[in-house]
């Protein structure tokens, strides 16, 4: 697996050697033809409760249309066969493929700076360029109807050209480079107009011309980014998924565009990606999107935070066409510029997708404090969310506001019986986003009043007489299921959290325990992960991060979204790779290290006696622009805060009841029970040792 962010490949033998082509941009955008006049948030509403075929016809078949959809390149087709001898090895440092083979090496790698693929050979070595099949089957054989390619010779450069919808194609270009019995392949991937071939070339060139230099920015860049953070952990295979998944994100994520369910690495079977390759909003992306936090991969980690500014007049048109009003509206389910795909609507085009989706904004100002930010994007992009998430609210016969029907993603799939009372999921969105806009604007100076009044008309959670959370009202969570939406005041949202709702964090963690696995898919694992460390218990997390590595992930690290081994894990049947459960694996084992949310850090929050004495290490960020260092070597903890301006802490206390801290150089003194936290302030650093 190789990619920047723009361009990605797979490389794998299926009999001969293959290297499958991909371009994140690479998207057929074409609107389904169900998108009219008629497609608006009234008209699903009213059909949804009058007319249950209408409401499908209009607004789940159109998800059965080809497009829109992510389309792969092609296949680099090699004539040589991959023997059982021969060896595939990924340098994740130097994100750079080897292939080792008796009939001659082959490398290649992505330029981390560059949209310019480079493969070396040996000079005689031979190869052709296929495409994918589908472009030019017609709709009812699921292609996308288009003319043959074909592939033209333009100077030193070969070209696949494959015309598209509209005027656009989208290109291929090979350059070859000898030097003495080695070969250099050059490979630029463009969409767009002809004019797009003039800059894809000038980009090939300036790599093999100055190929010493790119080379150098390409290391530079990946050291850069594996040097932010690291963790240490006693569990080889847990260490060797962790470090993949960070390379994936990487892979990902620095480019122009956030990584969709298969990022830059399109499926490659003959056949459209599953789900259209597109944007999930109701987990997918969010889980994508929470991992380089704590990592500190703040440049890559931007990119979904810019890719939904930019786009701000897409949302207000989304808005304003859909549902008739001011402010931004963002799909559940979409295409790569934001058209909305359909597919079951009652998520897929539930306004409070976009309200998760946005809290990649509060994420970010919380862990940089970058208050630009939080003035000029993060305050502006919510409120203009909220502005037309009201517009949709009215007040019940209580008082209370509401949509006036609700789901809970994705309880009982696409049936009658999925529309519910008001769920917990919709109400924890609505009570988050009136609670960030409060914090958002106190925080700014601003008058809040508004939101305050708005917030206060939310109803609580509703919960069954033992206090457990329901997923509506009348509707336990009972049977075992791939989501938690019922929960995600808790973890995801963070507006319960262990210090003051340990009982009832307990106790939800407990309900999903007892009706177990069964229905789970690969994120629900690194999802349930999660949530244990949230709770302070590390430990308990543990058992979830080795069931998703023995039964979900391919040895090169892929997540296959199903317990493809029939190892007993799960009973699902869906074997399709995605990416977030890889990046909620990264986060999870973040979280075993390094607790940091409401202005509380906690430092290997309850991990095993075992990991101690055998040593567990990290280097990681928390809330509030700190960075946190961590060790336990042979049972003796460690560790040190930073911060670059004056802070306070509570610090939660798992050392014992007398202890005491270095604070900016000086001995100071705490007693506390464990499990209790204490208020630290502080201008650069804290420091602790047990030895």
């Known amino acids: 697996m190789l990619g920047n962010g723009t361009l990605g490949s797979l490389i794998y033998g299926d009999k001969n050697l293959k290297f499958a ?78 292939f080792r083979s008796a009939q001659g090496n082959i490398s290649a790698l992505i330029f981390a700076q560059s949209p310019v693929m480079m493969i070396d050979m040996p000079k005689d070595e031979k ?77 090939i060139l300036k790599v093999a011309n100055h190929e010493k230099d790119s080379l150098a920015d390409h290391r530079r860049y990946w050291n850069a980014y594996d040097a932010t953070s690291f963790v240490s952990l006693p569990e080889e295979k847990m260490m060797d998924l962790y470090d993949k998944c960070r390379y994936f994100f990487a892979c990902n994520s620095h480019g122009d565009y956030p990584m969709s369910l298969q990022g830059v690495w399109t499926k490659n079977d003959g056949h459209l990606p599953p789900w259209h390759g597109d944007y999930h909003n109701d987990i997918n992306l969010e889980m994508s999107y929470e991992s380089y936090l704590k990592s500190g991969n703040f440049k890559e980690g931007k990119v979904l935070c810019d890719y939904l500014w930019e786009r701000r007049q897409v949302w207000r048109e989304f808005s304003q066409k859909f549902a008739c009003c001011d402010g931004y509206l963002i799909p559940g389910v979409m295409s790569q510029g934001g058209i909305p795909l359909g597919g079951w609507p009652m998520y897929a085009l539930n306004p409070n997708c976009g309200i998760w989706l946005a809290k990649c ?92 009044t708005k917030e206060g008309k939310l109803r609580p959670y509703w919960k069954d007489e033992e206090g457990n959370m329901l997923i509506a009202p009348g509707l336990p969570y009972d049977v075992s299921h791939r989501h938690f939406s019922h929960l995600l005041m808790e973890k995801n949202l963070g507006l319960l959290n262990p210090i003051h709702d340990k009982a009832q964090l307990e106790k939800d963690i407990g309900v999903l325990q007892k009706y177990g696995t069964d229905q789970w898919v690969g994120f629900s694992f690194t999802e349930m992960a999660q949530f244990c460390a949230y709770a302070l218990n590390s430990e308990a997390a543990i058992p979830y991060l080795r069931a998703f590595e023995d039964g979900f992930v391919l040895p090169n690290g892929f997540h296959l979204n199903m317990d493809y081994q029939h190892k007993g894990y799960s009973s699902i049947s869906s074997p399709a790779f995605t990416l977030e459960a890889n990046m909620g694996y990264i986060k999870a084992v973040n979280d075993l ?83 209790e936290t204490v208020e630290i302030t502080f201008r650069r650093s804290i420091q602790y040792s047990s030895i």
Request: net charge negative.
């Open 21 to 98: 082509l991909d371009l994140v941009s690479l998207w057929d955008e074409r609107p389904e033809k169900e998108i009219d006049e008629s497609f608006t948030y009234q008209n699903m509403v009213d059909w949804m409760r009058t007319d249950w075929n209408r409401y499908l016809e209009k607004f789940d078949r159109s998800y059965s249309h080809p497009y829109p959809s992510k389309i792969n390149a092609g296949t680099l087709f090699f004539e040589r066969e991959v023997l059982d001898e021969d060896e595939f090895d990924l340098d994740l440092a130097e994100a750079k493929l080897d």
């Open 127 to 203: 190869y052709i360029f296929l495409p994918p099949p589908y472009p030019n089957k017609s709709e009812e054989e699921g292609g996308l109807g288009y003319q043959e390619g074909e592939i033209l010779s333009d100077g030193d450069f070969k070209v696949f050209r494959q015309p598209m919808y509209g005027k656009q194609n989208y290109y291929v270009l090979f350059y070859e480079k000898i030097s003495g019995d080695r070969k250099h392949l050059f490979i630029n991937i463009s969409l767009g107009e002809e004019s797009v071939l003039h800059a894809g070339k000038a980009q």
């Open 361 to 452: 904004f509060d994420d970010y100002y919380r862990y940089t404090l970058d208050r630009r930010f939080l003035k000029e994007r993060a305050f502006p992009f919510l409120a203009g969310l909220e502005k037309s998430i009201y517009h949709l609210l009215h007040e019940d016969e209580e008082g209370y506001l509401t949509y006036g029907w609700s789901a809970s993603p994705e309880m009982n799939d696409c049936t009658p019986a999925a529309i519910l009372g008001q769920s917990n999921w919709e109400l924890s969105l609505l009570h988050y986003l009136y609670k960030t806009l409060i914090f958002f604007g106190k925080e700014l100076g601003k008058d809040t009043k508004d939101y305050e």
């Open 593 to 675: 290290c390094l607790y940091s949310h409401d202005n509380v850090v906690a430092i290997f929050p309850k991990i095993p006696e075992e990991w101690k004495e055998k040593g567990i290490s990290f280097r990681l960020f928390g809330e509030g622009a700190i960075s946190v260092k961590g060790k336990y070597e042979q049972s003796h903890l460690s560790f040190d805060i930073e911060s670059k301006k004056p802070s306070a802490i509570l610090l939660w206390n798992n050392i014992g009841t007398h202890f005491s801290l270095l604070v900016d150089g000086k001995a100071k003194f705490f007693e506390a029970k464990i499990g």
